[in-house]
């Protein structure tokens, strides 16, 4: 049971700013009834210039939250987009791997860059939620949905299994105070969807945000980027992907089929899709290019017999999921399920 949790800002600072305090003040109430203490991390809370400028003190922040044993869960405050920055503060002199404890890392987005930093020095993660996007939902709760599997994490310390959910959510239009309380429309959702392929198949799942994945090899948001992750080796290689079925979500920003196509074409250069036993796409945020991307996966990755479903309550559309990586898993499209070992 997790009692303990750190909150830390890996990317973006903004749960330090003035703006957001009534959402923060929110998922704290939310957490504190689930009869958790919370600890925000020395610098998460500095705001989101101070935060950007220090990519060194979040790294302490995270390395910190390993080592204290007191803290069980590690929870991040939101995602941003230059997390990659955490790389030499972590990995230079081994400063993560020093560090790494069997502790609860829940966040997405461009967290997945720290997913695939705790993968390399061998820690099990878990993929779909985080503070302000989901714990401070400025409805009168959290989404059932999303409740649902939070719940599970922190009173067993692990998710058993992942079914659709019947319903989603369109993106918040603003998220000034006069939006507390105020539910967002249910709208009706259909389940997973098998693009191809065997409806049953199995690996541990690893991967997360596409368009995070782009600026892996993509220098346009960050000229150096490519050349950070390709130094510390953070993608993990063909062999690593052996066997492991690779997650794939969209972000808020909404990905053109265009983009979307050249990330699936930098992954396919990579081997990886030679090498994995499935694929699960989460569905994207408002339904946006839903049709466009489900075509794109096909043909893009262009090998039929490997398993593709579609439409998972993951990443960026609402209500989210929590789903374990580094754990034995089992897709199971026809039954709408995807179980974990014990």
Known sequence: M??????????????????????????????????????????????????????????????????????????????????????????????????????????FSDTTVNHLMLHKVGLRTFYGQAFLADICELGPDMHPYTRKYFEELITTGRIREITPSDVWYAERESFSPDQIGKQLPARPDHGFELLQGPPVFSGKILGGCIDTMYDFFNGDRYADMPEMCRKYRLFPDEKDWKGRILLLESSEEKPTPEQYRQALEYLK?????????????????????????????????????????????????MPRCIMPFGVDAVVDAERQTIRFAD
């Open 2 to 107: 997790i009692r303990n949790v750190a909150i830390v800002s890996l990317s973006s600072g903004i749960a330090g700013e003035k703006s957001v305090q009534f959402e923060v003040e929110i998922g704290l109430r939310r957490l504190k009834e689930y009869g958790l203490k919370v600890r925000f991390m020395p610098h998460a809370l500095m705001g989101e210039e101070y935060v950007k400028a220090h990519p060194e003190k979040r790294a302490e922040d995270l390395l910190q939250a390993f080592r204290d044993p007191e803290i069980d869960m590690i929870l991040c405050a939101a995602g941003g987009d230059d997390t990659y920055r955490l790389l030499p503060y972590l990995f230079d002199h081994q400063e993560l791997a020093k560090a790494a404890a069997d502790k609860v890392f829940l966040g």
């Open 269 to 317: 250069e990579t081997g990886v899709f030679e090498a994995v036993s499935g694929v699960l796409a989460g569905k994207p945020m408002d339904g946006t290019y839903a049709q466009e991307y489900r075509q794109l996966l096909v043909e893009t990755i262009a090998k039929p017999d490997l398993p593709i479903v579609f439409n998972l309550n993951i990443g960026h559309a």
